[in-house]
């Protein structure tokens, strides 16, 4: 059995997240989310996911700071 790639989407559109989170578990990823630029440092952090789908305005930072 081949391992799951994990995915980190950073979007402050909670709508938006949901509905893309949905649709890439679906095809196979093991998603998590986070809103801001901060939520987002922490999560890599804690594990590296294999993509980082990264909105590029959040309201703490833009995504090329991030």
């Not at 980190?8 to 093991?30: H, I």
């Not at 990264?54 to 700071?65: A, F, K, Y």
């Amino acid at each position: 059995m081949k391992p799951i790639p994990t995915l980190l989407l950073v979007d402050d559109d909670r709508m938006f997240s949901r509905v893309m989170g949905t649709e890439l578990e679906r095809r196979g990823f093991a998603v998590t989310t986070a809103e801001t630029g901060a939520a987002a440092i922490e999560e890599v952090s804690k594990r590296e996911p294999a993509i980082v789908l990264l909105d590029l305005r959040l309201p703490d930072m833009d995504g090329l700071e991030v």
